[in-house]
């Protein structure tokens, strides 16, 4: 069995810490270097609900897309949030790993494995990552549906290729509009719609548009929006990065279980349909 150690170094040999944004906060939180891994679950958040899926299967690693600390903090008391998970995870000696940004820089990373659930074949980066001298990493994808589909069509199959959340699909644009070139981010992608219009897509799959941003850019350009929850976007990337960590304990000659957490993580509950207006 590998040391906590050496499935790190594998880990940032896949993501490497310096793709991520300098805002960003990935790598180890907490464990033993020395401690060896024979259990490594894959999920989006380190919340509580996941940790304690960890524990109950005997996880030793759990390695999540979203950091538990991005900004400083001057207390791991069980009585935050928090906290309370950092206490769980070393009263049980499970150690936790961050791929954030770095994840999403990587190819393949998030964004091209939400392409790949969608259906969408994926062409090049949205925005290119200038320190890859072959223009295959950076953030978002851009791809090609084939055969085209109409809008209303490509949002029913990006919500049976996506996991299930309360909130669903929501659409922006004609229903009728057929669709061919597409964009996808994994995660709030409401920033980049200058470089959407850029690459002259027609449509634009990402999660957390905001209401201003969405109404400027259906007024900018035609170019249909298709939002998920956050949480959804980024899971497929959990199953493409336990591929390749069991790809690296093949070659390796390690015995490491892994189990990707189907635990929804997602923090919206319910969804109530409302009237059309009159």
């Not at 919500?159 to 996808?184: E, M, W």
């Amino acid at each position: 069995m590998p040391k906590l150690s050496d499935v790190i170094t594998a880990l940032e040999e896949l993501y490497p810490p310096q793709w991520a944004e300098s805002w960003d906060a990935v790598g180890l939180v907490c464990g033993d270097p020395q401690a060896e891994v024979r259990r490594v679950l894959f999920a989006v958040d380190p919340v509580q609900a996941v940790v304690d899926e960890a524990v109950e299967w005997g996880a030793d690693l759990v390695v999540t897309h979203h950091p538990l600390y991005l900004r400083g903090t001057t207390t791991v008391a069980a009585t935050t949030f928090k906290g309370r998970v950092v206490h769980t995870l070393i009263r049980a000696g499970v150690a936790l790993h961050v791929a954030h940004t770095n994840a999403d820089h990587a190819d393949p990373g998030v964004s091209d494995a939400l392409a790949e659930a969608v259906g969408v074949t994926v062409t090049g980066p949205l925005v290119p990552d200038p320190t890859d001298p072959l223009g295959r990493r950076g953030t978002g994808r851009v791809g090609l549906l084939e055969p085209p589909l109409p809008l209303a069509a490509f949002a029913a199959r990006v919500a049976a290729g996506l996991p299930a959340t309360a909130a669903g699909v929501r659409v922006s644009g004609d229903p009728n509009r057929l669709i061919s070139r597409v964009a996808v981010c994994g995660g709030s992608g409401d920033s980049l719609f200058a470089e959407v219009r850029a690459a002259g897509v027609d449509a634009y799959l990402t999660a957390d548009l905001r209401h201003h941003p969405a109404s400027e850019a259906a007024e900018a350009a035609p170019v249909a929006l298709v939002d998920a929850a956050h949480w959804a976007t980024e899971w497929p990337w959990l199953p493409l990065a336990e591929r390749a960590l069991l790809g690296t304990a093949e070659k390796r000659g390690w015995t490491v279980e892994t189990r990707v957490s189907r635990t929804v993580t997602d923090p919206w509950t319910a969804h109530a349909p409302m009237s059309f207006p009159a």
